[in-house]
């Protein structure tokens, strides 16, 4: 089972990035999906989240600029930055809660996508 993140990228102040996470392998179901970022010296900071119903919910900092959606057909989660801003400049993780062949329920990290926004 693995969490493959994409989408990351050098983009200018005001610009947009679409971010995906999709959960591949032997997989029975996805429940929660989110996603984190982390500066290097900082600690790694909360995003966005969404349920396997669809409810959302947003850091302060992003609410308003980032949207979080879902694909429960092909396990894939995007997040959808707009309005950019340097402080926004991070490595994002998504993370996901799946529920294996035997049933059992594990959290799940990406790798990582680095999104660089320059002013």
């Known amino acids: 089972v693995q969490l493959q993140a994409s989408g990351g990228g050098l983009v200018q102040a005001w610009e947009s990035l679409r971010l995906s996470c999709t959960a591949t392998?032997?997989?029975?179901?996805?429940?929660?999906m989110g996603w984190y970022r982390q500066v290097p010296g900082k600690k790694r900071e909360w995003v966005a989240e969404?349920?396997?119903?669809?409810?959302?919910n947003y850091a302060d900092s992003v609410k308003g600029r980032f949207t979080i959606s879902r694909d429960n057909a092909k396990n894939t989660a995007h997040l959808q930055m707009n309005n950019l801003k340097p402080e926004d400049t991070a490595v994002y993780y998504c993370?996901?809660?799946?529920?294996?062949?035997?049933?059992?329920?594990?959290?799940?990290w990406g790798q990582g996508t680095q999104v660089t926004v320059s002013s």
């Open positions: 969404i349920t396997a119903r669809g409810s959302t």
């Open positions: 392998g032997s997989i029975l179901g996805v429940n929660d």
């Open positions: 993370t996901a809660d799946l529920v294996n062949r035997l049933g059992e329920p594990l959290n799940y």
